[in-house]
C-alpha cells in the first residue's frame, strides 16, 4: 500500500438577516483531479421562509464564489 493525498481549499459563507444567520454554505475544491462539492444547511427556518430570495441571491453569490475558485486553480 501507498500513501495517496489530496489537498483541497475549503470555503464557507452565511446568508444573514438583520444580524441573524439564516443559511450556511459549504464547498470543499480539489486542488488537482475531483469534483468540488457544495452545501448548504438552512439554519433558521422561519427567516428564510420569510427571506428566501435574499437567501437565495446569497447562494448564488457563494456559488460564484466557487467557480472563480475552480477556474483560478485550473489557469
Known amino acids: 500500500m ?3 493525498t489530496q489537498q483541497t481549499v475549503t470555503i464557507t ?3 444573514e438577516i ?6 450556511y454554505f459549504s ?10 462539492t457544495i452545501s448548504r444547511s ?5 427567516l428564510y421562509d420569510a427571506n428566501r430570495n435574499q437567501v437565495r441571491a ?3 453569490e ?3 464564489k466557487v ?3 475552480e477556474d483560478s486553480l485550473l489557469a
Open 13 to 15: 459563507g452565511t446568508s
Open 42 to 46: 438552512v439554519t433558521n427556518q422561519t
Open 27 to 36: 464547498a470543499q475544491i480539489p486542488q488537482g483531479e475531483g469534483n468540488s
Open 62 to 64: 457563494f456559488q460564484g
Open 67 to 69: 467557480y472563480d475558485i
Open 2 to 4: 501507498a500513501l495517496k
Open 18 to 23: 438583520d444580524g441573524q444567520q439564516v443559511a
Open 58 to 60: 446569497d447562494e448564488a
